[in-house]
């Protein structure tokens, strides 16, 4: 039976092309596997209630001096006051926003992007790496940068030949439907495993988390933007970087993210164990940790890069507010990390941080 081959996040680099980047045990208890959804055969709703009979007709004073009987409507019922329960974060593990159910690649179909590694029966696509959901204000905020910045791309072509051509895509959502896509930071580059050593990656990789003693902790997105381009890809990423806040003006600490840093060099060592390619594999890593918001497939020129700073730094959500989107995202916007996922194929293992009773720091303004 063939299993259908997942894309992790086309729209932000994993899976169909490189994001930017310069058989008997079982995974310990602190890991999770969440295998993908059985479907199942429909059946009667049995042991439902019968609907209510219609009301008796209630006698009506004549027509027209014309007897007759009129038919009372009947009551409409009471309205849902209360909201529809969120989703929860296990929701997109089983539930794959761009599953791919063929081994060909077609181009057309996505907007132009390619595999960067093609398929080849019996190897599995892998990846390791933090979800990010953006809440409704978070999304509201990447999403006024984004179109700010088309608009502002579009417009500036008449003047700057550099920019003739830029089409820019969202990372947020899927691009033929309006389903919104949860974001992700990296701790692996796209890795490709086989049947024979898959569970055994599993399980090395399942002793390295652990062995890291991480405890959960809070990241903020006051790195700012950038655009990157591997020499591999066919596309560039826009991208906002993070830092974790309990680092955030401490000299003393010689990286921004030691506690991705640490989860990096361990996944990275096991990966290096397959003879997969390790991700940041240098002694700046720590000022490397991202998220994509969007992508395009020109090149970042000087004139792309300045006009994104300048929409950061200047665009407001609303005209009557004086604070720009990126003093909102440093103020107001923050990640928990407290589960780092793993993707094989369309199966999904999570590995709980332990938390050892640190208080995380109160992020203020």
């Given at each position: 039976m063939?299993?259908?081959?997942v894309d992790?996040?086309?729209?932000s680099g994993s899976?169909?092309?490189?994001?930017?980047?310069?058989?008997?045990?079982k995974?310990?208890?602190?890991?999770?596997?969440?295998?993908?959804?059985?479907?199942?055969?429909?059946?009667?709703?049995?042991?439902?209630q019968?609907?209510?009979?219609?009301p008796?007709?209630?006698?009506?004073a004549?027509l027209?001096?014309?007897?007759?009987?009129?038919?009372?409507?009947p009551?409409?019922?009471?309205s849902?006051?209360?909201?529809?329960?969120a989703?929860g974060?296990?929701f997109?593990?089983?539930?794959?926003?761009?599953?791919r159910?063929?081994?060909?690649?077609d181009?057309?179909?996505?907007?132009?992007?390619q595999r960067q590694?093609?398929?080849?029966p019996?190897?599995w696509?892998?990846?390791?790496?933090i979800?990010?959901?953006p809440?409704?204000?978070?999304?509201?905020?990447?999403?006024?940068?984004i179109?700010?910045l088309k608009?502002?791309v579009k417009?500036?072509a008449?003047?700057f030949?550099?920019?003739?051509?830029?089409e820019?895509h969202?990372?947020?959502?899927?691009s033929?439907v309006?389903?919104?896509?949860?974001l992700?930071i990296?701790l692996?580059?796209?890795?490709?495993?086989?049947s024979?050593?898959?569970?055994?990656?599993l399980?090395?990789?399942?002793?390295?988390i652990?062995s890291?003693?991480?405890?959960?902790?809070?990241l903020d997105f006051s790195?700012?933007?950038?655009w990157?381009?591997?020499?591999?890809s066919?596309r560039?990423?826009?991208?906002?970087r993070v830092?974790?806040?309990?680092n955030?003006?401490?000299?003393?600490?010689?990286?921004p993210n030691?506690?991705?840093t640490?989860l990096l060099e361990q996944?990275?060592?096991?990966v290096?164990?397959?003879?997969?390619p390790?991700?940041?594999?240098s002694q700046?890593?720590?000022?490397?940790?991202?998220?994509?918001?969007a992508?395009?497939h020109a090149?970042?020129?000087?004139?792309l890069?300045?006009l994104t700073n300048?929409?950061f730094?200047?665009c407001?959500?609303m005209p009557s507010?004086n604070?720009?989107?990126?003093?909102?995202?440093?103020?107001?916007?923050?990640l928990r990390?407290?589960?780092?996922?793993?993707?094989?194929?369309?199966?999904?293992?999570?590995?709980?941080?332990?938390?050892k009773?640190v208080?995380?720091p109160v992020?203020t303004?």
């Amino acid at each position: 039976m063939k299993r259908a081959l997942v894309d992790y996040d086309s729209g932000s680099g994993s899976g169909s092309e490189s994001e930017p980047r310069n058989p008997s045990d079982k995974p310990e208890a602190s890991s999770s596997v969440i295998r993908p959804p059985v479907k199942r055969r429909q059946t009667d709703d049995i042991g439902a209630q019968a609907p209510p009979l219609a009301p008796d007709p209630i006698p009506a004073a004549p027509l027209n001096g014309n007897s007759g009987t009129r038919i009372a409507p009947p009551k409409p019922a009471p309205s849902l006051t209360s909201p529809l329960p969120a989703l929860g974060d296990r929701f997109n593990d089983v539930n794959p926003s761009n599953p791919r159910t063929t081994v060909t690649d077609d181009p057309s179909l996505h907007q132009g992007r390619q595999r960067q590694v093609p398929h080849i029966p019996g190897n599995w696509p892998s990846h390791i790496y933090i979800d990010w959901n953006p809440s409704s204000g978070d999304r509201d905020l990447l999403t006024s940068l984004i179109n700010k910045l088309k608009a502002e791309v579009k417009s500036a072509a008449q003047r700057f030949a550099d920019l003739e051509g830029v089409e820019i895509h969202t990372a947020l959502q899927e691009s033929d439907v309006p389903v919104d896509r949860p974001l992700h930071i990296s701790l692996s580059a796209p890795i490709t495993l086989t049947s024979n050593n898959k569970d055994d990656f599993l399980d090395d990789l399942t002793k390295a988390i652990k062995s890291c003693r991480v405890s959960p902790f809070l990241l903020d997105f006051s790195g700012g933007v950038d655009w990157y381009r591997s020499e591999e890809s066919t596309r560039s990423f826009l991208v906002l970087r993070v830092r974790e806040v309990q680092n955030i003006g401490n000299a003393a600490v010689s990286s921004p993210n030691p506690q991705l840093t640490a989860l990096l060099e361990q996944c990275n060592n096991v990966v290096k164990e397959y003879r997969q390619p390790p991700l940041y594999d240098s002694q700046d890593m720590g000022y490397r940790f991202h998220v994509t918001i969007a992508w395009t497939h020109a090149r970042p020129s000087a004139s792309l890069k300045q006009l994104t700073n300048s929409v950061f730094d200047d665009c407001k959500t609303m005209p009557s507010e004086n604070v720009s989107i990126r003093d909102k995202l440093r103020t107001g916007s923050n990640l928990r990390v407290q589960t780092v996922k793993v993707k094989i194929g369309n199966y999904v293992t999570r590995f709980e941080l332990r938390d050892k009773g640190v208080r995380l720091p109160v992020k203020t303004a």
